[in-house]
């Protein structure tokens, strides 16, 4: 698979990566532990070399997951995880509680050294901003990290530009990860723009939407209890309705290739900037098979100006978060 190098940080990744949150949670109940561990080697065989995860996905046994997965791969993958949420305190009005004090981040450090079966970890995030923590002191802890050799990249999730700016003056930042797709754009206003100015590459999770943009849902699909879906306002059956002509463009233009709305969708993101890698998720071969056909999906000008302008055109409906999950992200 083509390679991409995350902005200016020398990392190198497959174009294309794999997020594997949903291997342990989130989509109902979590499938067969075997399962994934075939999948996960699988997609290495593949050409993958890039895969997410973070101490909260079960919480912990994600990070298990692959690190007995990827073991006999190491050092020939990179491995991406996150800290910042106190697992174990209660959310509050619907928010869950976060910790980004220097030593918390410490501890968790070493615990996912542990599950992972690593000796650093490749690319470490914030997961989310804790305000009350001030960024350049989780800046500096994750440098102090890097320097002494437990922790190689610096990355922040769902950060704002002036979050992404100060960060970044204290410590490199490698890799921004953030949703985007051509449902849910609102990094380009100012995100985007910064990290090409800085020199910081960009992760776009859930480039999927959650799995709608393959066009497999409508407003009648139902999701198993414990599917997170269930509580997104842009998951009511009255918005999957309404947002089925994004759907329905995606298939236009993959009718043209011979090409799924789901690697339509991945192209796209592909096309958008070369320090761009989505990554997909998924429980199935099948979708890992699709979805890495959308590295080799060439989009002309013309099939890329008509998404992007039919999409904006487009008043996607439903908010991608409950409220008390939105007031977490672009701080």
Partial sequence: MEKRTLG?????????????????????????TREMIGLLR???DRGVTFFDTAEVYGPYINEELLGEALAPFRGKVVIATKFGFDIGAPAVQGTPALSSRPETIHAMVEASLKR??????DLLYQHRVDAEVPIEEVAGTVKDLIQAGKVKHFGLSEAAADTIRRAHAV?????????????ERKVETEVLPTLEALGIGFVPYSPL??????????????????DFRNLLPRFAPEARKANQALVGLLGRI??????????????WLLAQKPWIVPIPGTRKLERLDENLGAAALQLSAEDLGELGQAASAIGVQGARYPEGLERMTGR
Avoid at 254 to 267: D, I, T, W
Wanted: glycine share 12%.
């Fill in 8 to 32: 200016n940080s020398g990392l190198e990744v497959s174009a294309l990566g794999l997020g594997c949150m949903g291997m342990s949670m989130s989509y109902g109940p979590a499938p067969d």
């Fill in 116 to 121: 992972l079966r690593i000796d650093a970890i």
């Fill in 209 to 226: 939407g959650r799995g709608f943009l393959t066009g497999k849902q409508d407003e009648h699909t139902t999701f198993a209890a414990g």
């Fill in 42 to 44: 699988s997609a290495v």
């Fill in 254 to 267: 993959g009718a043209r290739h011979q090409a799924s709305p789901a690697q339509v969708a991945l192209a």
């Fill in 171 to 183: 410590q490199p930042v490698t890799a921004v990860q953030s949703e985007y797709s051509l449902w």
